[in-house]
């Protein structure tokens, strides 16, 4: 007997034929505590080993994402009085609110933007929809504080917009886009693609019978996506709205070039002042609490609902919508989503590029970078995949106490500015792990540090959509739970981890301040590279390698959509 018929016998739903499940809403469980097996024979002592296992990776996973916070923790306690002074002036709680405010306005938009998208490149008839996918997520790939330059240099007062508009409509000065509405604007482009990623994963996961239940019970298109699609997509949402606003709270590029004042940016200034960098400590003790607080309201948010398929049968590809006459206008709102994240800059840099290039200002000595870039990327990926793999697992097999704290503890890296990891690690380093000091292991440990709730959230929603009947008949046939994960429930992951990897991969490109401080002596990347040249206003030649990481980025990414049918 095949697993998949097993599984139909063992579901207890489908025991009884007068019993079918035909609800259309996410079914309340409880969820199992993690408890340590008895020994009852071979098969506990496998299961125990299993759960020993997944313990064990589980603390060191824990142990490294825990090094910047003890850091912190500790120049905290050694600035004094002088950090409670620091953290009470009302500038600094002005700061805090002013970011609150972007990272909250910034994820809301996201969502609204990325739902729509993930849904119309998945199961819609869109023309060219899987292209349209590819080029929706590459704005992570462009550095925000090149974005933010770019969007300045086009729709700025005296940009490129204004200079191909005078002479027909006479206007001289555009508005101004600096502060608030700068920084939405480019961070809403670039940060929407932690959430569509997601959702996109989630789509591709969800049970086709849940929609055709709703609407053979009458419920029109519209009420049934949002009675039924839109519950089951609830963890990818929250998981990509989570990385949204995390993002925003430790951005620093766009915010200092479009001069909105962040709460980020106050802990680089005093970073850069070497009078006490204990109270730049001190300040990320407090993006550390308000990581927290939001961990606890996004954990209040999950519920217990189960999102595994419950239909007979497996899994299989839903029909795709018409959108009839809707789809130009559909096609008009993916087109202009991609033209302002992606074509404009795009656009821009060419610009740059063609006008250094005719007064000769452009180097092409750029292989050595891009392989850095891409051989430190692909290492972060694979390492941060398996990083997420017992904490993912932990929290939705073994929920409980041990496993939330562990997953709590994973966001903590990505909410502190890099130069914040980079220096942790540096005191580790210097302190007790001398060989690793300025290694490329310390690196892709401070990428996996910096991107692991990026794969966790990924990893995360798939695993959820998973049922636990496959894994059980799998045991009962006398596998493993090594073969079990090998066989039967890392295929069924393989949209999470891909989406996961791919994030990694793709922020891991462009990160900056922890690899300028922990590369080996020469690693240069395109990151720095454009880095450098920015900081010099050389924009002609930053605008190739900035080109070139779109370009070494954009591969990947569109073999890992192009390739799932």
């Not at 119309?120 to 080029?135: H, I, S």
Request: aromatic residues 10%; glycine residues 6%; charged residues 10%.
């Amino acid at each position: 007997m095949s697993i998949s018929n097993l599984t139909i016998c063992l579901d207890p739903v489908f025991t009884n034929a007068h019993n079918i499940d035909m609800s259309v809403q996410p079914v309340i469980t409880k969820p199992t505590e993690l408890t340590w097996p008895r020994f009852t024979g071979i098969k506990r002592v496998r299961w125990q080993f299993s759960s020993i296992l997944l313990l064990c990776a589980g603390l060191v996973v824990g142990a490294l994402m825990l090094l910047p916070p003890v850091y912190l923790l500790m120049r905290t306690v050694g600035a004094g009085e002088a950090a409670v002074d620091i953290l009470l002036k009302p500038s600094t709680i002005a700061t805090i609110g002013r970011t609150l405010w972007l990272a909250v306005s910034v994820t809301v938009t996201s969502a609204l933007i990325a739902i729509p998208l993930a849904w119309l490149t998945v199961c819609t008839d869109l023309p060219g929809r899987r292209v349209w996918a590819v080029a929706a997520a590459l704005p992570l790939v462009l550095p925000s504080y090149v974005a933010a330059y770019l969007l300045a240099s086009t729709l700025g007062p005296k940009g490129l917009f204004q200079q191909l508009l005078e002479p027909l409509t006479g206007i001289e000065r555009f508005p101004e886009i600096y502060g608030f509405p700068g920084a939405f604007m480019v961070l809403t482009l670039m940060s929407y693609p932690y959430t569509f990623l997601t959702v996109r994963a989630a789509f591709k996961r969800l049970d086709p019978s849940l929609l055709e239940a709703a609407r053979s019970l009458g419920l029109s298109p519209w009420r049934a996506f949002w009675r039924v699609t839109l519950p089951h997509l609830r963890p990818s949402v929250v998981a990509g709205s989570l990385l949204v606003m995390l993002y925003v709270m430790r951005d620093f590029g766009a915010v200092t070039m479009m001069r909105y004042n962040t709460f980020t940016r106050m802990i680089y200034i005093q970073y850069r002042s070497f009078t006490n960098r204990s109270l730049a400590a001190a300040l990320a003790m407090v993006l550390i609490v308000m990581t927290a607080v939001i961990l606890v309201l996004e954990m209040r948010t999950r519920g217990k609902a189960q999102y595994a398929r419950r239909s007979v049968g497996s899994a299989r590809q839903p029909k795709l919508v018409r959108l009839g006459a809707w789809r130009w206008p559909a096609l008009l709102f993916v087109s202009f989503i991609v033209f302002m994240a992606l074509i404009a800059p795009a656009g821009s840099l060419i610009y740059w590029l063609v006008r250094g290039y005719m007064r000769g200002q452009i180097s092409m000595s750029l292989w050595q970078p891009a392989w850095n870039s891409f051989l430190v990327s692909l290492g972060a990926a694979l390492m941060t995949i398996i990083a997420a793999m017992p904490v993912a697992i932990l929290s939705v097999r073994r929920p409980g106490r041990f496993s939330q704290i562990l997953e709590r503890i994973t966001y903590a890296g990505f909410a502190l500015p890099g130069i914040v990891i980079a220096l942790a690690l540096v005191f580790f380093g210097a302190n007790y792990a001398r060989s690793l000091y300025q290694t490329l292991p310390m690196l892709v440990g401070a990428y996996v540090i910096l991107f692991l709730p990026q794969a966790v959230g990924a990893v995360r929603s798939s695993l959820l959509q998973v049922p636990p009947s496959l894994e059980e008949a799998g045991r009962s046939l006398g596998s493993s739970p090594g073969q079990v994960f090998r066989r039967i429930t890392l295929p069924l992951l393989q949209p999470g981890v891909l989406a996961g990897a791919g994030l990694v991969f793709l922020t891991g490109m462009k990160e900056l301040p922890a690899t300028l401080i922990l590369s080996p002596t020469g690693f240069r990347t395109l990151a720095t590279a454009v880095w450098g040249n920015i900081a010099e206003a050389f924009f002609a030649q930053a605008a190739l390698p900035a080109l070139l990481l779109i370009l070494l980025s954009s591969i990947p990414l569109a073999i890992l959509t192009l390739r799932d049918k």
